[in-house]
């Protein structure tokens, strides 16, 4: 009999780091073929690019949460579309919306009829920085961490050491399986895919539905139920201190951007992927893989989409072809170096802009 593929969940707030978890493993995967199922809460599917070209096979779902926009029998059609016997994989990790419900997408791949797959597993990551802030406003994220098989605590760099060992502290004392303390999501493949691995790092055990009902299952308490999402797209260029500016007076109910940005003459011709999560804010510079444009995705509570589209219209360059030096200097304050001992940005809110 052929072994079954380990479905690994990946799940953990907004911005906590799942993507960058994701590309870690892909770009580390020892030889793995392993498919990814992304579900992004907006529009854009941000996440589904971002793993794009490093995947052996990918299947995405974008504007709603995989967790309530999709049956059993759709997430079901979905792994069959990349469990099938034509391409081999040796895992799957689903990364779900950072306001998706865990314990309901494990259920729903508990409850899978498909014979080639298993779960392999819960992954819950958490941003140590905000950690504090995220489950005061969310108390659900502790049955969220107390669930899962791994919980990784990320984004240790953003923190001093007493700090980290605060947070690590009590995400121990809340989770019943392993911990591990990370930056930029870089953990062994090993310790996800090979189950006695996990079981090494801290006694991990698999979920059943026996674990899963004593979570509340009311979809009016969920995180998705509070949340909306709106995407700005142009093929305009921005400019950059118009954009710095917007970022700076955004409502407080914008917790989480991200999409690439084109700042024409100014940016140089790259494609700068930006990030916001919570006052955090940082770009990264990458290559243009297609066209150039501006598709930005902006989840939070309360938006006011009209009047957050009509601010990010006017930060639309009326002379893309000259640079702005000031603007220039400023975004290399939040460039993001992805090196161990990267100078990472500050909080957005300790920045003059
Ligand atoms: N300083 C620091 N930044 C990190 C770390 N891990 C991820 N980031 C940054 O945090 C931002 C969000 O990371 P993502 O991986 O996109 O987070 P996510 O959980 O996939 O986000 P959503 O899917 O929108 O919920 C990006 O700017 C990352 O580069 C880390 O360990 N340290």
Redesign the pocket.
Known sequence: MTARIPVVVLA??????????LNHLLRNDDGRRIGVLVN?FGSIN??AM?VAGQVDATVSLENGCLCCAVDAEGVDRMLEKLAHPGAPLDAIVI?A??IAEPAQLVRMVLSSQNPGIEFGGLVE?VDAAEFDDSRARHPELDDHVRLADLVVV?????VDEAERDRVIGEVRELAEGAVLA????RISPGILFDDPAIRDAGGARQLSFADLDDHDDDHGHHMHAVYESMEFTTDRPLNPTAFLAFLKERSRGVY?I?GPIDFGASGEGRCFQF?A?GV?A?F?TTRWKGSRSTSLVL?GTDLDPSNLRARLESCIDPTPDAVDRMGVLNLARHL?DDGPS?N?PDKWDDEAG
């Open positions: 953990g707030y907004l911005g906590s780091g799942k993507t960058t978890l992004d941000v996440d971002n990364e919306s950072g990551v990320n984004k240790i760099d953003r990370t930056e930029r999501g989480r991200k990030h999560v955090y940082a990264e989840i993001e990267s990472h």
